[in-house]
């Protein structure tokens, strides 16, 4: 399933593309979770992308925050 949204982190807007799944996958999910895949982006600026393997890790504090809060919600 597909999810889709925009956070508000310390003033910043964080556009996000989760896709989850029901049951958890070893091989392609996110430490082993539900989230097969994932992007992130600010100000159109792709921060994070996570494509049954990492492409773009978060390297900024919004982006990063982000995406513990998806994890949590989602994986």
């Not at 900024?60 to 809060?69: F, K």
Request: hydrophobic share 30%.
């Amino acid at each position: 399933m597909w999810d889709e949204g925009t956070l508000l982190i310390d003033g910043t807007s964080v556009k996000y593309w989760v896709k989850h799944y029901a049951e958890p996958s070893e091989d392609y999910g996110i430490d082993g979770g539900r989230i097969s895949k994932m992007e992130l982006r600010v100000g159109g600026r792709t921060t994070l992308n996570y494509d049954r393997g990492w492409d773009i890790e978060p390297e900024d504090e919004a982006s990063q925050l982000a995406y513990a809060a998806l994890l949590k919600q989602y994986n």
